[in-house]
T-cell receptor, first 113, second 111 residues
Framework: TQLLEQSPQFLSIQEGENLTVYCNSS?????LQWYRQEPGEGPVLLVT?????EVKKLKRLTFQFGDARKDSSLHITAAQTGDTGLYLC?????????????FGKGTLLTVNP | NAGVTQTPKFRVLKTGQSMTLLCAQD?????MYWYRQDPGMGLRLIHY???????AKGEVPDGYNVSRLKKQNFLLGLESAAPSQTSVYFC??????????FGPGTRLTVT
């Protein structure tokens, strides 16, 4: 069974601060996806990282996939109140299970004004 | 495009009652999924489908059944609801290994 652990579970910061969220596993994934979920809504895909060591930027958000494709991080620069939400990482399995996602339990981020 | 829609948005059932949750997508995706989301447990896969007429069990399939008679629809059924099935249910669809598109969720309470 492939597991993804996210840390921290909760994070409360002030607007303008920087933060990093981690997603770790002992398993190798063919790719890893990051989602953001706002209260009362479904998760929304932010990015997919595929290659070990890959770095992708989405405005103030920077995503990195570990060299061994077992871990990933999300860094937010100068957080804004609109960044508040639940951030979920999800790993795509390899081989026959490559259409199923393994989700982490998420990091609940609160950005205070 | 509406993306992924779910019906109903809210439902309260009594123990032992049955119901069907409907998911529809207009993106011509082959793959569709049903998840449940519970506090502290994250998103867990109930059943999934890799094409019209096919279904398979996910991580927590007990107490649920599904059908995919049309490519755009994926139905989740609860034959005899139990309080342990109180949860938020999400449907999602995807094109192969690309990211999944989620619906807005159905909030189900079983009393």
């Amino acid at each position: 069974t492939q597991l993804l652990e996210q840390s921290p579970q909760f994070l409360s910061i002030q607007e303008g601060e920087n933060l990093t969220v981690y997603c770790n596993s002992s398993s190798v994934f063919s790719s890893l996806q990051w989602y953001r979920q706002e209260p009362g809504e479904g998760p929304v895909l932010l990015v997919t990282v595929v290659t070990g060591g890959e770095v992708k930027k989405l405005k103030r958000l920077t995503f990195q996939f570990g060299d061994a494709r077992k871990d990933s991080s999300l860094h937010i620069t100068a957080a804004q109140t609109g960044d508040t939400g639940l951030y979920l990482c999800a790993g795509v399995g390899s081989g026959g299970s490559n259409y199923k996602l393994t989700f982490g339990k998420g990091t609940l981020l609160t950005v205070n004004p | 495009n509406a993306g992924v829609t779910q019906t109903p948005k809210f439902r309260v059932l009594k123990t032992g009652q049955s119901m069907t949750l409907l998911c529809a997508q207009d993106m011509n995706h082959e793959y569709m999924y049903w998840y449940r989301q519970d506090p502290g447990m994250g998103l867990r896969l109930i059943h999934y489908s890799v094409g019209e007429g096919t279904t398979a069990k996910g991580e927590v399939p007990d107490g649920y059944n599904v059908s995919r008679l049309k490519k755009q629809n994926f139905l989740l059924g609860l034959e005899s609801a139990a309080p342990s099935q109180t949860s938020v249910y999400f449907c999602a669809s995807s094109y192969l290994r690309q990211g999944q598109y989620f619906g807005p969720g159905t909030r189900l309470t079983v009393t």
